[in-house]
């Protein structure tokens, strides 16, 4: 599911303090997001259109567009040899959708449900609000060893981090339920063929101000710098 790639990214936007090898960490991060664009925007463009052109039916077109997204989840399940927080979300959503798609066979509704079910990811993000925001549980279950400890450390002794954790999962969650009342308007409105050229050129154009928004806030070296003063204060004083 393509929307999920915006989540994925959001284990680079809180900085650690050891920078060594930052050109390094960064090119092995950049492998999983270049597939992840991969299947989540090229790939169900191009299986959309190329059976379309081949003559394929609407309906069983929409539907196999669906595969390159599944396939990426699966991959990123395969990758982390584990079954974490993100990808039974992944996962659940695709199997959501296909099922929805099946009972009511409207290829519309296809294209449509998807807005719906980013909406629902949206509002899962405010809903945790409260608590420990989602952006913060997924750094959690992606990370390991020494970058887990830390997390996890700064969520508990540093009110930055936790005000960072919760304004970026507040951004992330308003804008999916925007795009999710966009895409469902669009599937309804437009030209059936071209609902999801246009819906993906939506879709990357949020996520590009997303993540922009995020790598410059949560990035930003006097906010990490202040993270890292409180967390050292409290380990100081213990």
């Not at 069983?60 to 584990?82: C, D, G, I, K, Y």
């Not at 990808?87 to 719906?116: C, E, H, N, Q, Y």
């Amino acid at each position: 599911m393509r929307d999920m790639t915006g989540m994925r990214i959001a284990n680079k936007h809180v900085g650690s303090s050891k920078h060594a090898g930052s050109n390094r960490r960064e090119a092995s991060a950049n492998g999983p997001l270049l597939q992840s664009l991969a299947l989540n925007v090229v790939g169900p463009l191009a299986v959309f259109y190329g059976l379309r052109a081949a003559g394929v039916g609407l309906w069983w077109a929409v539907l196999a567009s669906a595969v390159p997204p599944l396939v990426e989840a699966l991959l990123t399940v395969v990758r982390e040899r584990r079954i974490g927080m993100l990808g039974i979300l992944v996962l659940t959503m695709v199997a959501l959708g296909a099922a929805l798609s099946a009972v009511t066979g409207s290829p519309r509704f296809m294209f449509a449900k998807d807005g719906w079910m980013t909406g629902i990811v949206g509002l899962a993000f405010l809903a945790t609000l409260r608590g420990q925001p989602i952006i913060f549980r997924i750094l959690s279950s992606v990370a390991k060893g020494d970058k887990r400890a830390e997390l996890e450390h700064n969520w508990q002794v540093s009110p930055t981090f936790r005000h960072v954790m919760r304004l970026l999962t507040a951004v992330w969650g308003v804008g999916l339920l925007l795009d999710s009342g966009v895409r469902v308007m669009l599937a309804y409105t437009l030209p059936i063929d071209s609902v999801m050229l246009v819906t993906t050129l939506q879709y990357v154009a949020l996520f590009v101000g997303l993540e922009i928004f995020s790598r410059r806030y949560g990035r930003n070296p006097a906010r990490i710098a202040l993270i890292h003063n409180e967390a050292a204060a409290v380990t100081t004083a213990a």
